[in-house]
């Protein structure tokens, strides 16, 4: 009985641990994107009124 119960209870942990590095991996690459399309952005600004 003892084992069925860690079963779970190790499936439980490793499911939450599985999902939530997944999160913390989206969340961190989305504010990378975000930092650099806003870097881009400037560049991409200051650029055209140079040219135009």
């Not at 069925?4 to 490793?14: G, H, N, Q, R, S």
């Not at 939530?20 to 650029?47: I, M």
Request: aromatic share 22%; glycine share 4%.
């Amino acid at each position: 009985m003892r084992f069925v119960f860690d079963a779970i209870v190790a499936t439980l942990f490793w499911s939450f641990v599985t999902f939530s590095a997944v999160e913390v991996y989206d969340f961190f690459r989305s504010g990378a994107v975000k930092s650099v399309e806003r870097g881009l952005s400037s560049t991409t600004h200051f650029t055209e009124r140079l040219i135009f």
